[in-house]
C-alpha cells in the first residue's frame, strides 16, 4: 500500500488541523494504522493508532483529549483531527501502515512522506 499525507500548516496555538493520509494499492481495510510525528532533533515519537477493526489504541500522553484518529474505508483515508494545538505539537507528521496496531515504528511496513505541522504561540 502506497500511503500520502497531506493536510498540514501553520496554525496558531489554540488552533486546529485535520491531517489526511490518502492509501492506494493494497486493501487499505486489511492494515492497522498509525500517525507518528518527528521534530526538529528529536526522534520520531508514536501519536495514535487504529486496528484495522476500528478499535483506538490509547494516544500519546501528549495529545490525549486533543487529537482524534479515524479511518474512512470506503475512501481508503487516514485522519488525524488536532484541535487546541500547542507550539510542542510543531513536527512533521507520518502516516503509516502494518499488520497489526502499535505503539513502535517498527511495526509498520509502510510509510507516507511526510506533511510538517507548524504552530506558532
Known amino acids: 500500500v502506497q500511503l500520502q499525507a497531506s493536510g498540514g500548516g501553520l496554525v496558531q496555538a489554540g488552533g486546529s488541523l485535520r491531517l489526511s493520509c490518502a492509501a492506494s494499492?493494497?486493501?487499505?481495510?486489511?492494515?492497522?494504522v498509525a500517525w507518528f510525528r518527528q521534530a526538529p532533533g528529536k526522534e520520531r515519537e508514536f501519536v495514535a493508532a487504529?486496528?484495522?477493526?476500528?478499535?483506538?489504541?490509547p494516544y500519546a500522553e501528549s495529545v490525549k483529549g486533543r487529537f482524534t484518529i479515524s479511518r474512512d474505508n470506503n475512501k481508503n483515508t487516514l485522519y488525524l483531527q488536532m484541535d487546541v494545538l500547542k507550539p510542542e505539537d510543531t513536527a512533521v507528521y507520518y502516516c503509516?501502515?502494518?499488520?497489526?496496531?502499535?505503539?513502535?515504528?517498527?511495526?509498520?511496513?509502510?510509510w507516507g512522506r511526510g506533511t510538517q505541522v507548524t504552530v506558532s504561540s
Open positions: 503509516a501502515a502494518g499488520w497489526w496496531p502499535g505503539r513502535s515504528g517498527g511495526q509498520y511496513d509502510h
Open positions: 487504529l486496528s484495522k477493526d476500528g478499535i483506538t489504541m
Open positions: 494499492g493494497r486493501a487499505f481495510n486489511g492494515y492497522a
